[in-house]
């Protein structure tokens, strides 16, 4: 059973930056495209990077190209979301998600950042809070 935990949030003033981390543990742990969302209190939530496994590469929301970096380390099992220069607005729960890539790349391309629903795996977030 695969299982993910975030965690590095906080509170920060606006414009700092954050690094956020994902712990993915469980059987072919490293076959999994990893995900980040957000979400905003009262709102859906948010794709906003995405990395594939073995090399497949990484898939970015453009709300967030230039200002976020998604980077994995499959000898610690963990996937980090380096969030830079961040407003109020980006106040919320940030949460890491996997899904099984048949092929490296497969998970993470197109539209998947679109839906939710495209990661079956979830973890419990981490809550990022920006204000000064």
């Known amino acids: 059973q695969l299982r993910l935990g975030e965690s590095g949030g906080g509170l920060v003033q606006p414009g700092e930056s954050l690094r956020l981390s994902c712990v993915v543990s469980?059987?072919?742990?490293?076959?999994?495209?990893i995900a980040w969302f957000w979400q905003a209190p009262g709102k859906e939530r948010e794709g906003s990077a995405c990395?594939?496994?073995?090399?497949?590469?990484?898939n970015d929301a453009d709300s967030v190209k230039g200002r976020f970096a998604i980077s994995r380390d499959d000898s610690r099992e963990t996937v980090y979301l380096l969030l830079n220069s961040l407003p109020v607005e980006d106040t919320g729960r940030y949460y890491c998600?996997?899904?099984?890539?048949?092929?490296?790349?497969?998970?993470?391309?197109?539209?998947?950042?679109?839906?939710?629903?495209?990661?079956?795996?979830w973890g419990q977030g981490t809550q990022v809070t920006v204000s000064s």
């Open positions: 469980g059987e072919a742990a490293d076959y999994y495209g």
């Open positions: 998600a996997a899904v099984w890539e048949v092929l490296a790349g497969r998970g993470c391309r197109g539209s998947a950042l679109e839906s939710s629903s495209s990661f079956p795996h």
């Open positions: 990395g594939s496994s073995h090399g497949g590469g990484t």
